[in-house]
């Protein structure tokens, strides 16, 4: 069911973003603002306020269903109002304000001296972001809201369709109850599947990282994670450290590619890298290990194809047990 509910956002989605790009192709650039501030603008704003109506209404169906499937009977005590989800951006704003935001991106690419066809080309690619970002959390914020009206619904799963991110990825197959909020980025368009309390315990269908990683190719691979990263995966590092460790990356005065992530005495890195201490930096509220933490791809780089090497380096900095 997930994977039909899937389906049917991503058409939702799809149909959508289509129309808000023919509106926005007939825009003159040097008119942007009264454009967004007019009708087009109006034309943009409605249909988006459609696919949001339109994704949120399959939502409480969609969570019926799922318990039904599962042996959990029924036991509703709420009706998903979908009205209230439309018309407004995830982040509480009007959604007429967050759909301005692609004029100003255009006005601000012209006043730089880009050519008017791709500054209208920029602000396209935002626009068509924001509408399939608010369409899809549109459906999800729904599925959540009617997942709490179900009182036989305990949580639910994170449904990853390739091709998609390498965070998203790491995530797949990952259980939270129905209260936890769904991690996304821009333009994620990952899924929930509704469990009650007897799936969460038994179920273990949902197609993990492991299994997304399995059905890529090695382009894709590389795509996703990077060549190093890739190549760090095939040798057996952990994927979670591979994606998260970019988060504190930088490079040293001598070129080296090393990162803070996990480096605390409760971090993978820190743990793996303790031998050498740590110590606390000004500003800093943990103290790290005295030893940088080399990156994947610093690792491969300076093992020189050496795999035994490779491999012993992945594990002192805690990417491979």
């Known amino acids: 069911m997930a994977a039909a509910r899937y389906e049917v956002v991503q058409g939702i989605t799809s149909g959508v973003v289509t129309a808000v790009q023919a509106l926005w192709a007939g825009i003159p650039p040097d008119r942007i603002f009264a454009a967004l501030q007019g009708e087009t603008g109006r034309l943009i704003l409605n249909a988006v306020i459609a696919g949001q109506l339109t994704a949120a209404q ?26 209230a989800l ?30 008017p066809d791709v500054a209208l080309a920029r602000g396209m690619s935002q626009m068509s972001m924001l509408a399939a970002t608010t369409i899809a959390d549109t459906a999800r914020t729904a599925t959540q809201v009617a997942m709490t009206a179900e009182p ?34 821009p333009k994620c368009d990952c899924g929930m599947e509704p469990m009650s309390h007897e799936e969460w315990k038994s179920r273990e269908t949902a ?8 059905a890529m190719t090695s382009e894709e691979r590389r795509k996703r994670f990077g060549t190093a990263g890739a190549d760090a995966l095939e040798n057996g590092a952990d994927m979670g ?23 605390t005495k409760r971090g993978i890195g820190g743990k793996a890298l303790r031998a050498d201490g740590f110590q606390k930096t000004p500003g800093s509220r943990y103290e ?8 994947p791809e610093q690792i491969l780089k300076q093992a020189h194809g050496n795999r035994d090497l490779q491999i012993a380096l992945l594990k002192k900095h805690g990417y491979i047990t």
């Open 58 to 83: 399959g939502a409480q169906a969609f969570v019926t269903g799922a318990m039904l499937a599962q042996g959990a009977g029924l036991a509703v005590e709420a009706t998903l109002n979908v009205g």
């Open 288 to 295: 790290r290990t005295r030893e940088a933490r080399l990156m």
């Open 207 to 214: 197609k993990s990282p492991e299994d997304l990683i399995k």
């Open 152 to 185: 036989r619904c305990y949580g639910y799963v994170r449904v990853v369709k390739l091709p998609a991110c390498a965070r998203c990825i790491i995530l797949a197959g990952r259980q939270y109850t129905y209260s936890e909020g769904f991690k996304r980025h």
């Open 241 to 263: 450290q591979v994606v998260n460790v970019r988060r504190g990356m930088s490079t040293t005065s001598t070129g080296k590619r090393v990162t803070t992530e996990g480096t």
């Open 86 to 115: 439309a018309g407004l951006a995830m982040d509480g704003r009007p959604l007429a304000t967050l759909l301005y935001v692609p004029a100003v991106t255009t006005a601000q690419a012209l006043a730089v001296g880009l050519p």
